[in-house]
C-alpha cells in the first residue's frame, strides 16, 4: 500500500527557511503527480504546490516566488523548499499523489510554525 512519510517541519522565524521532505514507497512513484498541501487552525486542507510526472510544477500566489516544489524520483521523495516563510505558513504540511480517487490515507504531515 501507498506510505507517505513527511519531514522537515519546525519552528522557524519569520523571513527563515525550511525544507520539507516526503519519502513514499508502495507505488510506481515515477507515473504519479505529487501534491504538497496545508492546513492550518480552523482552516481547510489546501493545496499548496503540486509537480506532474512530467516536472512540470505549479504553487499558489501567496507562496510563489518562496516556495519551489521538485522530486527526485530515485529516491522516490518529493520536497518543499519554502524560504522567506511569514506567519501565514504556520500550518502542518501534509503530502499526497494525485488524482484524488488514488490519495493514500492522510498521516500526520509535518508541523511549521512561523514565530518571532
Known amino acids: 500500500q501507498v506510505h507517505l512519510v513527511e519531514s522537515g517541519g519546525g519552528l522557524v522565524q519569520p523571513g527563515g527557511s525550511l525544507r520539507l521532505s516526503c519519502a513514499t514507497s508502495?507505488?510506481?512513484?515515477?507515473?504519479?503527480?505529487m501534491d504538497w498541501y496545508r492546513q492550518s487552525t480552523g482552516n481547510e486542507r489546501d493545496l499548496v504546490a503540486r509537480?506532474?510526472?512530467?516536472?512540470?510544477?505549479f504553487v499558489i500566489d501567496s507562496v510563489k516566488g518562496r516556495f519551489t516544489i521538485s522530486r527526485d524520483n530515485a529516491k522516490n521523495t518529493v520536497y518543499l523548499q519554502m524560504n522567506n516563510l511569514k506567519p501565514e505558513d504556520t500550518a502542518v504540511y501534509y503530502c499526497?499523489?494525485?488524482?484524488?480517487?488514488?490519495?493514500?490515507?492522510w498521516g500526520p504531515g509535518t508541523r511549521v510554525t512561523v514565530s518571532s
Open positions: 508502495g507505488f510506481i512513484f515515477d507515473y504519479y503527480t
Open positions: 509537480i506532474n510526472a512530467g516536472g512540470s510544477t
Open positions: 499526497n499523489r494525485s488524482p484524488d480517487d488514488q490519495r493514500a490515507s
